[in-house]
């Protein structure tokens, strides 16, 4: 299967990724590269060099379809989700998985780094749900599940808060 880069000023197709054995269910580009990730049913992600549509690295390790992949805002983590009931947070530049979080009931759908001005509420929000004192202010990965909170410190190379969200009837 394929990733396809569209021009919009003309609607043409200007390149066309093969590489996945199964349909592509997200892609987002690094924000400070010339590089698009996909994720797929084929249970990989794989990051693409958009100047030659060459991939360049292929992340390995969830069990089941990735559902999605993100990238953090200053470019240098992924974090994807799968029908594997995980997210697996990796480092852009290896192969390698820095967190994964296995804690959900059901299958993990999607994902979302929370922006800067967005931590000041959540570490509210999560204070508040520890009943506790929190004067600490990570960045932050939102992902849909039961309500957890906890920091992810360990290979990551600086603290992120990881918050989990369960809607209601889910």
């Given at each position: 299967?394929?990733?396809?880069?569209?021009?919009?000023?003309?609607?043409?197709?200007?390149?066309?990724?093969?590489?996945?054995?199964?349909?592509?269910?997200?892609?987002?580009?690094?924000?400070?590269?010339?590089?698009?990730?996909?994720?797929?049913?084929?249970?990989?992600?794989?990051?693409?060099?958009?100047?030659?549509?060459?991939?360049?690295?292929?992340?390995?390790?969830?069990?089941?379809?990735?559902?999605?992949?993100?990238?953090?805002?200053?470019?240098?983590?992924?974090?994807?989700?799968?029908?594997?009931?995980?997210?697996?947070?990796?480092?852009?530049?290896?192969?390698d998985v820095k967190c994964e979080m296995r804690d959900h009931d059901h299958v993990?759908?999607?994902?979302?780094?929370?922006?800067?001005?967005?931590?000041?509420?959540?570490?509210?929000?999560?204070?508040?749900?520890?009943?506790?004192?929190?004067?600490?202010?990570?960045?932050?990965?939102?992902?849909?599940?039961?309500?957890?909170?906890?920091?992810?410190?360990?290979?990551?190379?600086?603290?992120?808060?990881?918050?989990?969200?369960?809607?209601?009837?889910?």
């Open positions: 299967m394929s990733v396809k880069l569209w021009d919009f000023q003309t609607y043409e197709c200007i390149k066309t990724m093969h590489g996945h054995d199964h349909n592509v269910s997200s892609v987002a580009f690094l924000p400070t590269s010339d590089y698009i990730v996909s994720s797929s049913r084929d249970k990989t992600i794989k990051m693409w060099e958009v100047s030659t549509g060459f991939c360049v690295r292929t992340y390995t390790g969830h069990r089941e379809w990735v559902r999605m992949v993100r990238v953090s805002l200053d470019g240098n983590l992924l974090a994807s989700c799968s029908n594997d009931q995980t997210v697996r947070v990796w480092a852009a530049g290896g192969k993990v759908e999607c994902i979302a780094w929370a922006p800067e001005s967005a931590t000041q509420a959540i570490n509210e929000a999560a204070t508040a749900a520890a009943g506790g004192d929190n004067k600490n202010s990570f960045p932050t990965l939102v992902l849909p599940g039961q309500w957890q909170q906890g920091q992810v410190s360990e290979g990551l190379g600086c603290q992120h808060r990881v918050v989990s969200l369960q809607l209601a009837g889910a």
